[in-house]
């Protein structure tokens, strides 16, 4: 699978973004979706998931409430709405999937990532 992420930009405290994560699998629906992100010299921590087909979604607790992740099956596509942006939001974010058991949050259960797109929140 190819993941394709876009969206990331320049935007101010308080604005916000989304974030689209393409995919080159005819099979998407079937795979699980998450999103993640980097900061500058930290790990590369969960931020949002969601499972094949409808199912459920997860977020990190430092985005929830601000952030929505989607997925358009038909477009092969999944989403991250960013709301509410704060400079701690700052980072790469980047989208990975895995069709195979795993943990949600663990980043060594996705087998497929994306190549990153940069989000800064200017304060």
């Known amino acids: 699978v190819q993941l394709q992420a876009s969206g990331g930009g320049l935007v101010q405290a308080g604005g916000s973004l989304r974030l689209s994560c393409a995919a080159s699998?005819?099979?998407?629906?079937?795979?699980?979706m998450g999103w993640f992100r980097q900061a500058p010299g930290k790990e590369r921590e969960f931020v949002a998931a969601k499972a094949s087909s409808g199912g459920s979604t997860y977020y990190a607790d430092s985005v929830k409430g601000r952030f929505t992740i989607s997925r358009d099956n038909a477009k092969n596509t999944v989403y991250l709405q960013m709301n509410s942006l704060k400079p701690e939001d700052t980072a790469v974010y980047f989208c990975?999937?895995?069709?195979?058991?795993?943990?949600?949050?663990?980043?060594?259960?996705?087998?497929?990532w994306g190549q990153g797109t940069l989000v800064t929140v200017s304060s």
């Open positions: 699998e005819r099979t998407f629906s079937s795979y699980f």
């Open positions: 990975a999937a895995r069709k195979g058991p795993g943990l949600v949050s663990t980043k060594t259960s996705y087998e497929y």
